[in-house]
Structure formats: C-alpha cells, structure tokens
C-alpha cells in the first residue's frame, strides 16, 4: 500500500483511538510507520534525502522502544504493509502532520497519565516524534531546495 495512504489511515486511528492504551498503541504505529517509511527512502529516496532518512529511522525506532509493543494482529501492521513510496514530498508532508498529531496526543495523555510509567513513557515518545518530525522538516527542505537547483539549472540558457 502506497505510503500516503497508510498515513492517512494511521491519522485516521490516531484521532479516533479515545483512551489512554488505544492512544499508545496508534502512537507505536505511526511510529513504526516512520521507521519504515525512514527506511524505504534511505534505501532507495533521492540521495540527499539518504543520511536524513536514516536518522528518520533511528529516532522513530527510538519512538517505539520507549513504549510497551502493543498486541496486534500481524496483518494489521501498517508499517509492514508499505509497499509503495510514489512521492516522497507528500509522503514527507503527510508524515509531518502525522508525527505533530502524534505529539498532540501524547502530551494529552501525558497530562492525564494517573501514574509515572505512563508519564514517562509519553515524554520519551513525544521527544521521539519531536525529533522525528525535524528530520521530516528537513527532508522536505532539502527536497524544496533540490527543486529550486534543478528549475534554475533548466531556466539557464544552454551554451
């Protein structure tokens, strides 16, 4: 599946989960949905996006370590349903809204977290998806500034 759409529907869980562990579990998915998104373009995205990309996958990786794994149901990982990266810009910018709901939300839980574990927890994955988020920034930069080279480079006349 196209890597816009599993953002879309990881926003979709996101805003729909309700409670405490439901939040957490949505958060190690999208998470996790950036690690492999991370991975994907470090591999095989425009080579300036390569060194950002794997940062992208440390620190989201990072993300899902400071939480509990969730039980889920194999098929119904979506970082392992990512089988198609057609346009790293909107995948990047998808991705950026993403991992900023996934910050809200942990802040929400963290400020209701009834014990330290939780609140814990919440700080290290919303500084995870913080760090996350700025590399997605910055690969969005590095591509903007790409696509400018490229349409100065094409307006030159040819000599």
Known sequence: MDAVRLILTSRLALAGSGEGPRILTEVWQAQALAQAIGSRLAV???????????????????????LDPPDLDPGTLLAAQLTELHDA????????????????????????????????????????????RDRVLEMLRKLTAREEREEREGALPER
Do not use: F, H, K, N
């Not at 095989?44 to 400071?66: D, I, K, N, Q, Y």
């Not at 939300?105 to 500084?127: F, K, N, P, R």
């Open 44 to 66: 095989s995205g425009p080579p300036e996006l390569r060194g950002e990309a794997l940062g992208l996958t440390e620190l989201a990786g990072r993300g899902c370590g400071v």
């Open 89 to 132: 810009r909107q995948a990047l910018l998808a991705l950026s809204g993403l991992l900023g709901e996934v910050g809200i939300a942990l802040v929400g839980l963290a400020s209701a977290a009834g014990d330290e574990t939780t609140y814990w927890q919440c700080m290290e994955a919303i500084d995870a998806a913080d760090e996350s």
